[in-house]
C-alpha cells in the first residue's frame, strides 16, 4: 500500500488542522492505520492508531481528548482531527499501515509509511 499524507500547515496554538492520508490499493480496509510525529531532533512517536473497521483507537496521552483519529475505508481514507494545538504539537505528522488490523501504538509494527506532512505551531 502506498500512503500520501497532507493537511499540515501553519497554525496559532489553540487552533486546528486535519490531516488527510490517502491510500492506494484494494486491501486498505484490511490495515491497521496509525499517525506518527516526529520533532527536530526527536525520536518518532507515537499518536493515534484505529483498527481496520475503525471500532478501536488508541490516542498517547499528550493529545488524547484533542486529537482524533477517523478512517473512510470506501474512500480508503484516513483523518486526524487535531483540535486545541499547542506548540508542543509541531513536527513532521506520517501515516502509516500496518498488517496488524488491530491498529498498534508502537511503530515497530508498521510496515508502510507515507512521506509526512508538516504541523507548525506557534504561540
Known amino acids: 500500500v502506498q500512503l500520501q499524507a497532507s493537511g499540515g500547515g501553519l497554525v496559532q496554538a489553540g487552533g486546528f488542522l486535519r490531516l488527510s492520508c490517502a491510500a492506494s490499493g484494494r486491501t486498505f480496509s484490511t490495515y491497521g492505520m496509525g499517525w506518527f510525529r516526529q520533532a527536530p531532533g526527536k525520536e518518532r512517536e507515537f499518536v493515534a492508531s484505529?483498527?481496520?473497521?475503525?471500532?478501536?483507537?488508541n490516542y498517547a496521552d499528550s493529545v488524547k481528548g484533542r486529537f482524533t483519529i477517523s478512517r473512510d475505508n470506501a474512500k480508503n481514507m484516513v483523518y486526524l482531527q487535531m483540535n486545541s494545538l499547542r506548540p508542543e504539537d509541531t513536527a513532521v505528522y506520517y501515516c502509516?499501515?500496518?498488517?496488524?488490523?488491530?491498529?498498534?501504538?508502537?511503530?515497530?509494527?508498521?510496515?508502510?509509511w507515507g512521506q509526512g506532512t508538516l504541523v507548525t505551531v506557534s504561540s
Open positions: 502509516a499501515a500496518s498488517d496488524e488490523d488491530w491498529g498498534p501504538t508502537e511503530k515497530d509494527y508498521y510496515d508502510y
Open positions: 484505529i483498527s481496520w473497521s475503525g471500532g478501536n483507537t
